[in-house]
């Protein structure tokens, strides 16, 4: 939605960007389509995400693709919500390893990241799941039920 506030969108903005292109790549400007879908960073993640849950691999184009990702993987129920649930958090640890990138200058491999992901996206989904109980060694082969 344009609110990301990335260095092309901070330039349009006239905030003067010390680095222009992205901390993941080094190769084009920052944008958000780029960090989020085109950085072969993200490629890295989205890969390891789906692969973790079984979904075949997929092509975002868009950050638009990445939030509807769960509506057309052909799952369903509470493996659906904990699905969207994963790209969502997918999504904020790449905004949380870029802002370390710049702000802490603590880099993190795709494998750190997607450790991340999978913990974080644990400790929300289990707090939130009330079907029971969800362990570890579940959540690590993608098995609600
Ligand atoms: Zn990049």
New binding site residues.
Partial sequence: MGRVATTSALEKRNIIVPKKN?V??D?ISETVE??FSG???ATGIWAAVTSWCRIPNIFVFSVRDIVDLHKSVGLDGITKIAFQGIMFTALWSIWRARNNHIFSEKKQSVLDLVTEIKTVSFLWFRSRYRYGCIDWKDWCNFEMM
């Fill in positions: 992205c993941f790549c190769y780029h960090l950085c072969i960073f």
